[in-house]
């Protein structure tokens, strides 16, 4: 059984474990850990996407095991836009569902649900319209979660320019 620790939360949910482990043991998408994502990592921005549709899915009584699946295989590529600026980040933005797409069904056996999720999850910013609920949910969990992550980066950076401000102020006033 693996134990995913998320925010310093364990994730205790057996059956949610057990829907996405070939998923978190993969060693080509464990280096999702390694790259940035909204200020975190992507490994991490996956997880919560997952987890949250997963659990509105499971409450709605819709197909949660393609939703986990297909929730966490939302960002898997490697290329890092972390980087990039202007158009090259656009560019990215607007291929990756389908880079993460060709990358899921790479590794891994992938349904017409799991799919669709994957490769619409950024509707309207990129032309896939989402086919199911399911997709829906994924596409509205990632722009809220995304919204979250970055806010929590720019809250971090502020930090550590305040505390470099202050550390100048009090540095400045030393006899």
Do not use: Q
Not at 30 to 40: C, M, N, P, S, V
Not at 107 to 123: A, G, P, Q, S, V
Not at 129 to 156: H, N, Q
């Amino acid at each position: 059984m693996i134990n995913i620790t998320e925010d310093e939360r364990v994730i205790s949910d057996n059956e949610y474990l057990n829907i996405i482990e070939e998923i978190c043991t993969n060693n080509e998408f464990l280096k999702t850990k390694d790259i940035l994502h909204h200020g975190l990592t992507r490994y991490d921005h996956n997880m919560r996407v997952s987890y949250f549709s997963y659990k509105i899915t499971k409450f709605l009584r819709l197909d949660y095991v393609s939703t986990a699946r297909a929730g966490l295989l939302h960002d898997f590529f490697l290329e890092s836009g972390s980087n990039c600026k202007g158009y090259e980040r656009a560019k990215l933005i607007l291929k990756h569902p389908k880079l993460a797409s060709i990358k899921a069904s790479e590794y891994f056996d992938l349904n017409d649900k799991e799919k669709d999720i994957i490769l619409t999850h950024m509707f309207p910013v990129s032309p896939f319209i989402p086919k199911y609920m399911e997709s829906w949910i994924v596409d509205i969990v990632d722009d809220f979660v995304a919204i979250c992550e970055k806010g929590y980066s720019l809250r971090v950076e502020l930090a550590h320019a305040m505390t470099f401000l202050v550390l100048i102020f009090v540095n400045s006033m030393k006899v």
